[in-house]
């Protein structure tokens, strides 16, 4: 399915043109065009999936796949010291583009890029309770 007006379900099937590092039956692999250190890619999906409450697992398998030899020709080719995956979903997780994408994000020693959170307190009984919870709608 491709949604009209969406800018990513028309970058993937190459109807604009985009920095395509490689292309699948399935995906679009590209630079992103504003990023947080160089050699950050993108891996859309060719179908428009939403975020990954949309996603079938056929699909989510397929592209961890691919994701790690993206992330392998990366680091061959930047040096990086580390990667990044991350995958924003939903306006308040951050995701502006609301087309499928999984950002691979080399990473530099001293380099200025910011990940983080502030971690909460748990607690042992309620931590079990919440898997159980959670582990009921798997
Ligand atoms: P999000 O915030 O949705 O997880 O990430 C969207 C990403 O898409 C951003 O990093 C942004 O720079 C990138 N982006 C947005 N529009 C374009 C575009 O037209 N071309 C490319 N290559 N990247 C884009
Ligand atoms: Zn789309």
Redesign the pocket.
Known sequence: MVKDDC??CK?SKGD?P??TIYETADFRV???????NKG?V?ILTKEHFDNIFQMDAETAGKLFSLATVVARAIKEETGCDGLNV???NGEVA?????HF?L?LIPRFKDDEVVIKWEPKETVAEEQQALAKAIKKYI
């Open positions: 800018i990513f970058i604009i985009s920095a590209i630079l992103d065009v504003a990023p947080a950050h993108l991350l995958q924003n951050g995701q502006t583009v609301h994408h950002h």
